[in-house]
């Protein structure tokens, strides 16, 4: 009794001085896993050594049967140590003078994995104790399942793989759960000589390793003849030992937020992303220097992300592929414009049709001008978003408010960056601000979820976070007035033989060409793309028409489809369809036809039909309805001091906006404009019109350059009959402003027929034409 009281003080003394070195949690490296648990990229350990977290059940049987009965038939009775199996190795190693056959059993080759004392020398009999030893310690500490899954895990397989799971997907590509007769073999001789018996190196070495296993496997029956027959025509092949980098920046990420967990599941879809990456390294190999592009893939049901392309090429440090733009904060563009627009239908302030004008404007001394310079005059609310013109976006932020502009994007999930010491203002509708891609996707999912959008979730655990962005109705309609964006190179509302899903599409640019965004969503997916240079460097020429919406189609068209995918969806029942007309906006007046210029259909919200917008300033005259007597023989127009010979008729006309007049037809103007005032009237006011005319070019005039000169034609030019700033427009576009009657000097290099117009703030304008000959 004293003895053995004895024995097991000294026992547990020795375990207390010589602690089992069990795994340092820390230093376990990790992986992270597409959501069908493929590997992405995987995060060594302190010793570089690659190994994926498993555990016993996600092994396939057919592994574990082979390993157990090849090489510990009796590790679940065994105390560590196998007495048989040490005996018969001592009286083969007597006998032979050599080791003939291995005595270790797998807890004792547990023992000599986890003490670096024993990873080399194991064959001397201080080391064979000392395992032994271990082994012993490792039974009292560890249940059997902990013990076989340290070795499952941590086992070597050549170079700087561990665990089987690590080298199931190294060498054969495919997770330890699915491995064949033939694979479960070479994975379970593999680790007694990882060096000699890699398959990458020496196959056929491998090979004749692999057969001993089912030859054992067969003469124990624990496999059939057929199954092993089958397995033996099997050839060993396996890829090069590369370690998994897919989705890098997305799983740094996501190691960086969750440090302590070993096995990280994203969201991702793996051949979606393997196949994604390929073809955005494809796609901008051509780009100049430095560029660098990010596109997400959002699933609009759950806000998982299905891809994450961070940047062209992780490793390429020319790009700046260490460099997330998934989640830099860039200048958005344009692409703030449609939330602009939802909320402006939720106030009652538009419809879709309400009447916009895209013409040179001042707002407190911002003067907005478009991306191509040139101007559209009046324009649906649904033209100016296709279009994106910048002057009506202003308009509507400057009648809304940027700070409240800024808190509903901030609702809804955009986060804004500004200069510091900056506030809201007119020119974030422009790009005026900073932005997040994974922000902007996740609030672009809204026009295909009622308006609601929410947080890209990149782990199934993460919160699922929705905010909504605009109402479903407003949703609705913009969505509708994007989809009907026709695809570049393809014209609206023709039949798509295809199928191609419908898609609410939106690009944008930012100012000096430093960022080129293309955002879409369809019924199921929601996907942002952005092309620019990480260090905000200009990259001329390269536009989100031009360079990022082509890749966002290539993308939405090889995403997964279902049928109805291309099938228009109906109308909420706060949206409905009416008739306006321009200029009022309002519907028709059966009793008074002439105020109904031009008809459109528009889509409305909650039943508001808000009228066209007030002009800002003080105008020539204020868009809307004109009233006014006329003689009723005459037609002239009648003040309120005419002699008493005249019959007077009620009259009323409808006026357009003042600054739309330049883009009018002369039979529209016509319309528009008042009755001459009868000569016995008193004056009333209201034909107190400036008259604005262009001198120093007559109309219709023919320009030449003079003879053996190659400089341009060189004019100068006035606008006189205006005190108000002068904008010069040439075939639309603008190109300069002068002060009242100054002088305005301009080369005119382009041969051909041209128009010119001087447009006063006030309203006045003039127009000519003339022609540059070559």
Request: aromatic share 6%; glycine share 8%.
């Given at each position: 009794?004293?003895?053995a009281?004895?024995l ?18 820390d ?9 069908d648990?493929?590997?992405?990229r995987?995060?060594a350990?302190?010793?570089?050594i690659w ?17 157990l ?14 007495p048989?199996a040490?005996l ?29 004392a ?17 082994a012993?310690q ?12 340290l ?6 397989f ?14 054969l590509?495919k ?6 007769h ?9 680790p007694?000589?990882?060096g ?9 070495r ?6 001993k ?12 003849p ?40 994203s ?6 992303q ?18 660098s592009a ?16 961070g ?5 390429d ?13 860039r200048s958005?563009g ?9 909320l402006?239908?939720d ?5 879709s ?37 910048n ?8 009648r ?20 510091r ?14 932005a ?52 570049p ?8 033989p ?38 905000g460097?200009?990259?001329p ?45 309002l ?25 066209t ?8 005259w ?41 883009w009018?037809p ?14 016995d009237?008193?004056a009333?006011g209201r ?27 060189r ?12 904008r ?20 005119f290099?382009?041969?051909g ?13 003039s ?7 070559r």
């Amino acid at each position: 009794m004293f003895t053995a009281l004895t024995l097991v003080t000294a026992a547990m003394l020795l375990d207390l001085a010589f602690p089992l070195p069990l795994p340092d949690r820390d230093d376990e490296g990790a992986i992270v896993v597409a959501a069908d648990g493929t590997p992405l990229r995987a995060f060594a350990d302190r010793r570089g050594i690659w190994r994926y977290p498993t555990t016993i059940d996600q092994v396939s049987p057919l592994y574990l049967q082979a390993l157990l009965n090849y090489e510990d038939r009796w590790f679940w009775r065994h105390p560590g140590v196998n007495p048989v199996a040490m005996l018969r190795a001592g009286g083969q190693w007597l006998r032979s003078g050599r080791v003939v056959s291995g005595g270790s059993t797998l807890t004792m080759q547990v023992a000599r994995i986890l003490d670096p004392a024993l990873r080399t020398g194991t064959r001397t009999p201080p080391a064979k104790l000392r395992q032994l030893l271990r082994a012993l310690q490792l039974e009292v500490h560890l249940s059997k399942r902990g013990i076989l899954a340290l070795y499952l895990q941590r086992a070597p397989f050549g170079g700087t793989v561990e665990g089987v799971e690590a080298a199931s997907w190294a060498y054969l590509g495919k997770p330890a759960s699915r491995l064949s007769h033939a694979e479960a073999a070479l994975l379970t001789v593999l680790p007694q000589a990882p060096g000699r018996l890699r398959p990458d190196r020496d196959p056929g070495r491998a090979r004749i390793a692999r057969d001993k296993v089912l030859t054992r496997m067969q003469a124990l029956q624990v496999w059939s003849p057929d199954a092993v027959a089958d397995a033996r025509i099997e050839p060993v092949v396996a890829r090069s030992l590369h370690p998994p980098l897919h989705a890098p920046l997305l799983a740094q990420r996501l190691r960086f937020e969750f440090p302590r967990s070993p096995r990280l599941v994203s969201t991702l879809d793996a051949e979606l992303q393997r196949t994604l990456e390929e073809r955005v390294a494809s796609y901008f190999s051509d780009l100049p220097p430095r560029t660098s592009a990010a596109l997400l893939v959002v699933d609009n049901a759950t806000l998982e992300a299905r891809a994450y392309v961070g940047s062209v090429a992780f490793t390429d440090t020319e790009r700046l592929g260490h460099v997330d733009m998934v989640k830099a904060w860039r200048s958005p563009g344009s692409t703030l414009k449609p939330f602009l627009y939802g909320l402006a239908l939720d106030d009652g302030l538009i419809h879709s049709e309400s009447l916009l004008v895209d013409a040179p404007q001042s707002f407190g001394g911002y003067r907005p001008g478009n991306f191509d310079a040139a101007f559209n005059g009046p324009v649906s609310a649904a033209q100016a978003l296709r279009l994106s013109l910048n002057v009506p976006a202003v308009d509507l932020l400057d009648r809304v408010g940027p700070s409240r502009f800024a808190a509903r994007l901030a609702h809804a999930g955009i986060r804004l960056q500004w200069p510091r010491g900056g506030a809201p203002n007119l020119a974030m509708i422009l790009g005026g601000t900073g932005a997040r891609l994974e922000d902007l996707v996740g609030a672009y999912a809204a026009l295909n979820r009622g308006g609601v959008a929410g947080r890209v979730r990149y782990t199934a655990g993460a919160a699922r976070i929705d905010r909504r962005a605009m109402s479903p109705g407003a949703a609705w309609i913009v969505r509708e007035i994007l989809e009907a964006n026709p695809r570049p190179g393809s014209v609206a509302d023709t039949f798509e033989p295809g199928g191609r899903p419908r898609v609410a599409w939106k690009t944008g640019t930012s100012y000096g060409f430093r960022d080129a965004w293309a955002l879409g969503s369809t019924r199921r997916h929601t996907v942002g793309v952005w092309v620019g240079r990480p260090d905000g460097t200009p990259l001329p020429g390269q536009y989100g028409a031009v360079t990022a919406l082509p890749l966002l189609f290539e993308v939405i068209d090889s995403l997964p489809r279902q049928r109805g995918d291309s099938s228009p969806r109906p109308v909420p029942a706060d949206v409905a369809s009416v008739e306006v007309c321009w200029p009022l906006g309002l519907p028709p007046d059966p009793q008074a036809p002439q105020l109904c210029q031009r008809r459109l259909q528009a889509w409305t919200l909650d039943g508001s039909q808000p009228p066209t917008m007030s002009e800002r300033d003080a105008r020539l005259w204020n868009a809307g309805i004109e009233r006014f007597d006329v003689d009723a023989r005459s037609g002239l127009r009648l003040s309120g001091e005419c002699s008493a010979a005249h019959v007077r008729v009620p009259r009323q006309l409808a006026r357009w906006p003042v600054l739309a007049s330049p883009w009018l037809p002369a039979e529209t103007r016509r319309a528009a404009r008042l009755p001459p005032l009868a000569a016995d009237c008193a004056a009333d006011g209201r034909d107190a019109v400036e008259e604005l005319r262009i001198d120093g070019l007559a109309d219709r005039a023919t320009l030449a350059r003079a003879p053996g000169s190659e400089h341009p034609v060189r004019l100068s030019l006035r606008a006189l009959g205006s005190d108000a700033r002068i904008r010069w427009l040439l075939d639309g576009r603008l190109i300069g402003e002068s002060a009242g009657a100054a002088s305005f000097v301009h080369d005119f290099g382009e041969t051909g027929p041209h128009t010119l117009t001087a447009l006063a703030d006030s309203g006045a304008w003039s127009r000519l034409q003339f022609s540059v000959l070559r």
